[in-house]
Every structure is written in structure tokens, then in C-alpha cells.
């Protein structure tokens, strides 16, 4: 009989991702026997979040209401545009592309 060589062996990766699923599992029930915030916050910790997300949200309509941006297009004053002259034949390359 003989044997094959390590690295010509089929890998089972149905053993591999049994394993990987009970060491991730053994590792979420940790953080959730802890009491992790990042898993559940608090109440204080959501209420802030929604004051600070309705004083922003507030304060950015009321800027974009009472002043707008003004864009370049929008301005009625400009000159007309001139158009681009052609680059002269002196600073062209002399080999071709």
C-alpha cells in the first residue's frame, strides 16, 4: 500500500467549516454572555444618536433654505466663453504616439 504525499491529499473542507462554525460559535456566545455594548446599546446611547442626527440634519436644511449654493453655471453675469485656441505645432512631441 502506498501512501500519498501531504500536499496531494483532497482536503475535507466539510470538516474545516464544522470546525470554523463551532469556534465562531463559541466565540459569539461568549461576547453576548458579556454584555457587550457593541452588541446591544443602550438606550441613552441610541437617544443621543438620534438628537445629534436631528441637530444636524436641521442645521444642514437650514443652511441649504436661507443660503444656497451658488454654482458658476447659474451665473447669468459671466463673459461669454472663449473657445481654446489649438496648442501650437512647437510643443507637440516629435515622435508619434
Request: net charge negative; aromatic share 4%.
Amino acid at each position: 500500500m502506498t501512501t500519498i504525499p501531504e500536499h496531494d491529499r483532497p482536503v475535507d473542507y466539510d470538516y474545516h467549516r464544522e470546525v470554523a462554525a463551532r469556534m465562531r460559535a463559541e466565540a459569539m456566545h461568549e461576547l453576548v454572555s458579556k454584555g457587550l455594548s457593541a452588541i446591544r446599546p443602550s438606550r441613552g446611547a441610541v437617544r443621543t444618536a438620534g438628537l445629534a442626527l436631528a441637530l444636524g440634519s436641521g442645521a444642514f436644511w437650514l443652511v441649504m433654505l436661507t443660503s444656497p449654493p451658488q454654482t458658476e453655471a447659474a451665473d447669468a453675469g459671466s463673459a461669454t466663453a472663449v473657445p481654446a485656441s489649438p496648442a501650437p505645432m512647437a510643443i507637440l512631441p516629435d515622435h508619434p504616439l
